[in-house]
Nanobody, 123 residues
Framework: QVQLVESGGGLVQAGGSLRLSCTGS????????LGWFRQAPGKDREFVSA????????YYADSVLGRFTISRDNAKNTVYLQMNSLKLEDTAVYYC????????????????WGQGAQVTVSS
């Protein structure tokens, strides 16, 4: 019943943009950090971005820094990932997560995962 649901994935040309959304339900997420991981075909799952719901702290993987922006709307219990200047290597399944920020690593330790949203970047 407690779940995260992603939306907004799809097909986009290289250089284009997409915005992923993730909405939590079943309980309030206002006091929890939220973030995104992704997994490309044949590769390990990797951290993308995270945001604290208290304090506004944000983290980004080096591979997306300057191109992706994470944001939140606490009233809607939703986190967003705005993806600009998309590259072929951004093609992956993107997973929304909630958990605790790891400030030492600049990441997030997930305890709940969404189902994933496919993002495909074409040439």
């Amino acid at each position: 019943q407690v779940q995260l649901v992603e939306s907004g994935g799809g097909l986009v040309q290289a250089g284009g943009s997409l915005r992923l959304s993730c909405t939590g339900s079943g309980r309030t997420f206002s006091n929890y950090a939220l973030g995104w991981f992704r997994q490309a075909p044949g590769k390990d799952r990797e951290f993308v971005s995270a945001i604290s719901w208290i304090g506004g702290l944000k983290y980004y993987a080096d591979s997306v820094l300057g191109r992706f922006t994470i944001s939140r709307d606490n009233a809607k219990n939703t986190v967003y990932l705005q993806m600009n200047s998309l590259k072929l290597e951004d093609t992956a399944v993107y997973y929304c997560v909630t958990g605790r920020l790891d400030q030492g690593l600049g990441s997030i330790n997930p305890d709940l995962w969404g189902q994933g949203a496919q993002v495909t970047v074409s040439s």
